[in-house]
C-alpha cells in the first residue's frame, strides 16, 4: 500500500508548496543556481551532472565498440554452418569423392586417384550406359548379403558414407560397364575381343597394355535392370566375370550404383575428365534403355 503524503523536510516540518517555492534544505544546502540552469522548460530545476556520467558514457562506448566484434563472430560461424551444410548436401545428392584404393582400372584410373562420382547422372530417368566407369556397392553382386538386420552403429555409418563423411569402405567399386539389361556379352577366350549384341568391341583406348579382353570365355545375357561391369586392367581385376558362377550372376544391380565417375581431381598432376569411349557406337540393341552409342 502506497501513500502520497508530501515529503518532509530535514527539521520534520512539511514542504512548503506552490510553483516556484524552495525547501529550506535546498535553500541552506544547495548552491545558488546559475541564470543559465535554473528551471527546465516545464519550470522545475535542471539536475546536476554527476560525476559519474562520464564513466558510464565512456563504458556504454566500449559496450558500443565490442558488440560489433561479437556480431562478426556469429555472422562467422553462421556462413561457416551454412558451408557446411552446403557441403553435405553436395556430397549426399550431387557429388561425392572416393580413393581408388587398387589398380583394376589401370591404365585409366591409378591407385590413390581421388576421383568424383556424378550422382546426378543417372538421375530424372538416365541410366548407366555402356563404356561408363561407375562406382557401386558391391553388396549383393560381388559381396554376399550380410546376414541379420543392420546395428544400430551399421546405420550410422551407412549415414556417415552417404555424406562422405565416413571412408567408403571396401564394399563400393568401380568398374567400367560393358553390358546393360538386354546385352548379350560374349567372349571365345584369349586372342579374341569381346562382342556385345553380336558386334567386336574395339578396347584399344582404355585396356592396359599388353592385356587380352578377356582371358576366360563366356556368354552370358544380362538381365534387366542389371550391368555386366568389367576392370580395365583385365588381368588385375576381379570383376563380373568372377562371379558368373555366384548367386547373381556376377551382375551389378542398376540401382546399386552411387554414380558416374566423372573427374580426376587428385593428384593434381593427372586432373582429368572420364569420358564415355567411342568403342561401342558401333553396338546395336538398346537394352531398353534408349540410344546406347
Known amino acids: ?12 516540518s512539511p514542504a512548503p508548496t506552490g510553483a516556484g517555492s524552495l525547501s529550506r534544505s535546498a535553500v541552506v544546502s544547495g548552491p545558488e543556481p546559475s541564470p543559465e540552469r535554473q528551471a527546465t522548460p516545464d519550470g522545475g530545476p535542471v539536475p546536476e551532472q554527476s560525476e559519474d556520467q562520464p564513466e558510464a558514457a565512456e563504458k556504454d562506448g566500449e559496450d558500443g565498440e565490442s558488440e560489433p566484434g561479437r556480431s562478426r563472430s556469429r555472422d562467422l560461424l553462421l556462413l561457416v554452418g551454412i558451408c557446411l551444410a552446403a557441403l553435405l548436401l553436395v556430397n549426399a545428392f550431387v557429388a561425392r569423392p572416393f580413393t581408388v584404393p587398387s589398380g583394376s582400372m589401370e591404365d585409366t584410373l591409378q591407385p590413390g586417384d581421388r576421383l568424383i562420382a556424378n550422382q546426378l547422372a543417372y538421375a530424372f530417368g538416365g541410366h548407366p550406359r555402356r563404356g561408363d566407369i561407375v562406382v557401386f556397392d558391391g553388396v549383393g553382386s560381388f559381396l554376399p548379403e550380410p546376414a541379420g538386420q543392420p546395428g544400430f552403429w551399421d546405420n550410422v555409418r551407412s549415414v556417415g558414407r552417404d555424406l562422405g563423411l565416413v571412408p567408403a569402405g571396401n ?3 568401380v568398374k567400367r560397364v560393358i553390358g546393360v539389361g538386354g546385352d548379350r556379352v560374349r567372349s571365345t577366350g584369349p586372342g579374341a575381343p569381346l562382342t556385345v549384341n553380336g558386334v567386336p568391341v574395339d578396347e584399344t583406348s582404355y585396356l592396359a597394355p599388353g592385356d587380352q579382353p578377356s582371358d576366360v570365355a563366356f556368354d552370358v545375357v544380362v538381365p534387366p535392370g542389371e550391368l555386366f561391369v568389367l576392370g580395365d586392367h583385365r588381368s588385375a581385376s576381379r570383376d563380373s566375370r568372377d562371379h558368373l558362377g ?6 551389378v544391380p542398376a540401382d546399386k550404383v552411387i554414380g558416374r565417375a566423372d573427374w580426376v581431381v587428385y593428384p ?9 569411349p567411342s568403342a561401342f557406337t558401333a553396338v546395336t540393341g538398346t537394352g531398353g534403355h534408349g540410344d546406347q552409342g
Open 171 to 173: 564394399t563400393v567399386y
Open 1 to 12: 500500500m502506497s501513500t502520497h503524503e508530501p515529503p518532509a523536510d530535514r527539521d520534520g
Open 246 to 251: 555366384e548367386p547373381g550372376g556376377g551382375f
Open 268 to 276: 593434381f598432376s593427372r586432373l582429368t575428365g572420364l569420358d564415355r
